[in-house]
């Protein structure tokens, strides 16, 4: 898999994209990360890459042409599956999605900055859009890097126990049931016996029992939504 990321601020995703899973994943080869300064293709001596909007709303807005420019160079060297503009207007992430993006081959993400990005970007470029919440952030970048980080972590190789990743929460529209490590007390705090009782069939039963009764209680939603 091959993710470009165009940004006006790329230093911000130096980190995320170099540690843990994601960078491990790189790494082994399993996925190419290419993170692209918009300003490449800024206008004039200045490079810029923002301007005032047409109506007089306060706040800059990234034009077109350098994203335009920057899109035709990469769709130049390889086909893409999608352009996704990371946006609060888009379809809220969840996991389906992040399941289906991980099947595909080569992506775009476009990180808007400032006010947003010119509408023709996204009626003639863009070809989904994706929220990761009900709020606003000062950038795509972080949400770039979250997105990214559900897709990388699903593809075969990226985790050392492939399997974790089937029992994430939201997998099967259910929050994970609780999880306990060493030592089984601590502090009077004890492991659940059945937890400990070396019997597969139990504890599967249990943690199919917690993870219902967990989503119950805290996000009753889900459950809604599965049917």
């Given at each position: 898999m091959r993710i470009d990321i165009?940004?006006?601020?790329?230093?911000?995703?130096?980190s995320p994209l170099s540690h843990s899973i994601v960078g491990r994943a790189i790494k082994k080869g399993l996925v190419d990360i290419q993170v692209h300064n918009l300003r490449k293709y800024g206008i004039g001596p200045r490079r810029n890459i923002d301007d005032y909007s047409y109506g007089g709303d306060a706040g800059m807005v990234l034009m077109v042409e350098p994203v335009y420019r920057m899109i035709e160079e990469l769709r130049a060297e390889r086909d893409y599956d999608e352009v996704i503009y990371l946006s609060p207007d888009g379809e809220l992430l969840n996991q389906g999605i992040a399941n289906e993006l991980s099947l595909k081959g080569n992506l775009i993400f476009l990180c808007g900055h400032y006010k947003g990005i010119d509408h023709r970007i996204r009626e003639h470029l863009v070809t989904r859009e994706i929220s990761v919440g009900d709020y606003v952030v000062s950038g795509g970048e972080i949400p770039a890097a979250l997105l990214a980080d559900s897709i990388v972590r699903l593809i075969p190789g990226a985790l050392t126990?492939?399997?974790s990743a089937l029992s994430d929460s939201f997998q099967d529209s259910?929050?994970?049931?609780?999880?306990?490590t060493r030592p089984a007390e601590f502090n009077g705090w004890k492991v659940p016996d059945v937890l400990l009782s070396g019997n597969p069939k139990l504890i599967r039963a249990?943690?199919?029992e917690?993870?219902?009764e967990r989503t119950k209680a805290l996000r009753p939603q889900l459950l809604d939504e599965s049917f």
């Open positions: 165009i940004s006006a601020v790329p230093e911000l995703l130096e126990d492939e399997t259910l929050l994970s049931p609780p999880v306990y249990w943690q199919d917690q993870a219902l």
